[in-house]
């Protein structure tokens, strides 16, 4: 069977990927720098969130690029290849993501060049094989929530969020024939037992465990940048023209500048707030042709399209500039963020070019679709 030609290829979108990747770099420069020992920042403010919002930025993006893919493809063929959704997302996703569980578990717990001095790792209070387990089955948000941090594979939470995310959410768009309703359920639902649970947590240490893994289960995130490509293939011109206005498009750039200038948070719906926001933000930067910001450039589009090694090795490039740093007696912030970050590309670059393109040439094997895409 012929492929159809569709182009899923939305402008602005890979420079919005590298301002998440920023953003969760920025944050655990900081962090790292508390685990040995270093002046830090961590417990500023500004420097609490930001990581967690490059996270949520993530999250309505992951939700709106495959929900467009998926409704693309149900309005094209009146069904959902669902297997081969799953095998494209594996060839993305899973050989990083186990080379960096790999490296976590059995390399650097055994490397004294890559050991934290102060920080407490899951493995010293679990076995290896349970944690193993966990993210063998892609479970690292359990892990994370209520065992402990596994350095170097602390950030593979949000993977296991969106393998979960990824595993439910073709078979809910095949099944369901009221899209809106879909998305507005699962954001509903998800908030709800938050908010339930968030009550019940002082009652017993279970709810107090389920509320530590369901805040970082944030498929309600995911649902807002869904509705955000259920808007835009659907042609909801009257709420289109809305977000598309110029007064509009101000009013969300501006607000999302101020929030995270000023650190602003939301007592109990902080993250799906900025969900909101950054929903309405991706559908100007994707859709509008008249969008008054542009991310569109060379340099930002090669940082969006190495994102995902970013996000998975700036721990580890960051030990080593840390290492590098103390042995040249040259430890300040400049430095450190700037060999961080070069340290981080470096990584990320030659992963993607010699083992994550290996896998990756594979993917349109399993698409229905040709074209460029950023998906």
């Not at 993530?58 to 959704?85: C, D, H, P, Q, R």
């Not at 206005?245 to 501006?254: D, V």
């Not at 990320?348 to 950023?374: C, I, V």
Request: one cysteine or more; proline letters at 3%; charged letters at 15%.
């Amino acid at each position: 069977m012929q492929k159809q030609s569709i182009n899923i290829y939305f402008p602005n979108l890979n420079g919005l990927r590298f301002i998440a990747a920023l953003f969760v770099f920025v944050c655990h420069v900081e962090a790292v720098k508390g685990n040995f020992n270093l002046p830090s920042r961590i417990n500023e403010h500004f420097f609490l969130i930001i990581g967690k919002l490059g996270v949520v930025m993530f999250f309505v993006l992951s939700g709106f690029l495959i929900t467009y893919l998926l409704l693309s493809e149900l309005k094209e063929t009146n069904t959902i290849a669902v297997k081969k959704f799953y095998l494209r997302r594996i060839l993305r996703i899973w050989p990083l993501y186990f080379l960096i569980v790999f490296f976590s578990l059995f390399l650097a717990p055994r490397l004294a060049f890559f050991q934290l001095p102060n920080i407490e790792s899951a493995l010293n209070t679990n076995s290896l094989v349970s944690v193993g387990l966990l993210f063998i089955f892609m479970l690292p948000n359990y892990v994370y929530a209520i065992m402990g941090t596994v350095p170097y594979a602390a950030q593979n939470w949000s993977i296991g969020t969106e393998e979960q995310f990824y595993l439910l959410w073709p078979v809910l768009i095949k099944k369901v024939k009221n899209k809106p309703v879909l998305f507005g359920s699962v954001f509903i639902l998800y908030s709800m037992v938050k908010l339930i649970l968030i009550y019940l947590q002082h009652q017993s240490m279970l709810f107090k465990t389920l509320l530590d893994f369901w805040y970082y289960f944030n498929i309600d995130c995911m649902a807002l940048g869904a509705m955000g490509a259920y808007l835009v293939i659907a042609k909801k011109d009257w709420l289109l023209r809305l977000i598309y206005s110029i007064p509009f498009q101000i009013a969300i750039y501006l607000t999302i500048v101020l929030l995270i200038g000023f650190s602003i948070e939301f007592r109990y719906m902080h993250f799906e707030i900025y969900g909101a926001l950054f929903a309405c933000a991706i559908i100007n930067l994707a859709t509008n042709k008249k969008n008054l910001l542009s991310l569109e450039n060379p340099v930002f589009n090669y940082l969006g399209k190495i994102s995902y090694g970013i996000y998975m090795y700036h721990f580890i490039a960051l030990t080593i500039a840390i290492r590098v740093l103390i042995y040249f007696d040259f430890m300040n912030d400049t430095a450190l963020y700037l060999l961080g970050f070069i340290l981080t590309i470096a990584l990320s670059s030659l992963s993607y070019y010699y083992f994550e393109s290996f896998f990756l040439k594979f993917k349109q094997r399993f698409s229905l679709f040709s074209g460029k895409r950023n998906i």
